[in-house]
């Protein structure tokens, strides 16, 4: 069965710091994996995404994500964390089905950023 | 710009009074989705269209029924809230590519029931 893992509730970290979001995922096939991030009452807006191809994945807000095959992982980076980048973040997986693609969100992790 | 609206952002209703949020898409996407989601937790796929074409998961509870008039419109009827349905819905969209499509999220609705 599909699942995504989320070891992480919650990290705080400094401002100006780099960031390692964990996540690790369970599927039979070829994933198609997602970062999304959440703010406070607002939907979900997507970092970026791994179909094929490359391993190492660059989103939006200088993110970037690198997909281990051998680990079933596909941790979520930044290099300087900025306050405005607290928010929760929820990685998923995309199963194919013929009536849609199901997604499989991980709990997310929730980021402080302390100044 | 191309987008997923949700109406309203916050609703507030009475324990046992029928609502309806709504969602609409200038994507043009073939599949339309919603999503419970609780505080501090995970989205929950309730259910989605695919065209005209209803999916229920298997464990929304019937309260929960869900309309698709057109491509552009999709509307999430609570028939009888309680109070643990308060949550936020979300709507998303998704265009079926034969590979691993996004879902590309509304802001939300924030559901108070009191």
């Known amino acids: 069965a599909q699942s995504v893992t989320q070891p992480d509730i919650h990290i705080t970290v400094s401002e100006g710091a780099s960031l390692e979001l964990r996540c690790n995922y369970s599927?039979?096939?070829?994933?198609?994996l997602f970062w999304y991030v959440q703010s406070p009452g607002q939907g979900l807006q997507l970092l970026l995404k791994?179909?094929?191809?490359?391993?190492l994945v660059q989103g939006i807000k200088g993110f970037e994500a690198e997909f281990k095959r051998s680990q079933s992982s596909f941790n979520l980076r930044k290099p300087s964390v900025h306050w405005s980048d607290a928010a929760e973040y929820f990685c998923?997986?995309?199963?194919?089905?013929?009536?849609?693609?199901?997604?499989?969100f991980g709990t997310g992790t929730s980021l402080t950023v302390i100044p | 710009d191309a987008m997923v609206i949700q109406n309203p952002r916050y609703q507030v209703t009475q324990f046992g009074k029928p609502v309806t949020l709504s969602c609409s898409q200038t994507?043009?996407?073939?599949?339309m989705y919603w999503y419970q989601q609780k505080s501090s937790q995970a989205p929950k796929l309730l259910f989605h269209?695919?065209?005209?074409?209803?999916?229920n998961e298997a464990d929304t509870p019937d309260n929960f029924q869900s309309r698709r008039p057109n491509t552009s419109f999709c509307f999430l009827d609570i028939r009888s809230p309680g109070l643990g349905d308060a949550a936020m819905y979300l709507c998303?969209?998704?265009?079926?590519?034969?590979?691993?499509?996004?879902?590309?999220f509304g802001p939300g609705t924030r559901l108070l029931v009191l």
């Open positions: 599927y039979g096939a070829t994933p198609y």
């Open positions: 994507l043009n996407h073939n599949v």
């Open positions: 998923a997986v995309g199963a194919l089905r013929a009536t849609g693609n199901q997604f499989y």
């Open positions: 998303a969209t998704s265009r079926p590519t034969g590979g691993g499509e996004t879902q590309y």
């Open positions: 791994y179909f094929s191809g490359d391993t």
């Open positions: 269209y695919y065209d005209k074409d209803f999916n």
